[in-house]
T-cell receptor
């Protein structure tokens, strides 16, 4: 079965600093990988996704993630944090080849310090 | 509205009672998902509909949980004989169905269920 591990349930960075949220996955087939974000009192929304092709994926709000097959990782980064980035971030992997459902990690809460 | 709508937003019930949670997906989205999110955890898959039929219900924890989508649009998640352990936020999402990769999931804000 596919699984996702997010290292660090809480990450705190200063405004303007680099954001790095870690995600490792386990998949028996080539994975489709996703990052979703949940802002306070809102539903989860898609930040970015990797399906095939270029391994560096760019998403909304300046976020990007790189698929590294050898490391089974899909870490999320942003060069300069904004206060508005404070939210909970979830990494997810498709549950098998051709599967439509996703398996989510436990989430990382990002706090931005002024 | 243009997004996924879930009602009620909050539901408090007593142990043993029956509960229904409703999801109104984005118009035209053929796929509909129910997930459950406990405190401090990521969403956990419950069931997935493709049109009117349940394509995958492997995440339903037991036979107290049931979901329907009779006309391929609105879905209802039904929980019988609720238990305190059922307390969670129940999330609904919808998507277009794409060949190969999963489509982007559009989530509602969730229904928070508290079983006393």
């Amino acid at each position: 079965a596919q699984s996702v591990t997010q290292l660090g349930s809480h990450v705190s960075v200063s405004e303007g600093a680099l954001v790095l949220l870690r995600c490792n996955y386990s998949s028996s087939v080539p994975p489709y990988l996703f990052w979703y974000v949940q802002y306070p009192n809102q539903g989860l929304q898609l930040l970015l996704k990797y399906t095939t092709g270029a391994t560096l994926v760019k998403g909304i709000n300046g976020f990007e993630a790189e698929f590294k097959k050898s490391e089974t990782s899909f870490h999320l980064t942003k060069p300069s944090a904004h206060m508005s980035d404070a939210a909970e971030y979830f990494c997810a992997v498709s549950d098998g080849e051709g599967a439509q459902k996703l398996v989510f990690g436990q989430g990382t809460r990002l706090t931005i310090n002024p | 509205g243009a997004g996924v709508s879930q009602t009620p937003s909050n539901k408090v019930t007593e142990k043993g009672k029956y509960v229904e949670l409703r999801c109104d997906p984005i118009s035209g989205h053929t796929a509909l998902y129910w997930y459950r999110q406990s405190l401090g955890q990521g969403p956990e898959f419950l069931i997935y509909f493709q049109g009117t039929g349940a394509a995958d219900d492997s995440g339903l924890p037991n036979d107290r949980f049931f979901a329907v989508r009779p006309e391929g649009s609105v879905s209802t998640l039904k929980i019988q004989r609720t238990e305190r352990g059922d307390s969670a936020v129940y999330l609904c999402a919808s998507s277009l169905t794409l060949l190969g990769a999963p489509g982007e999931l559009f989530f509602g804000e969730g229904s928070r269920l508290t079983v006393l």
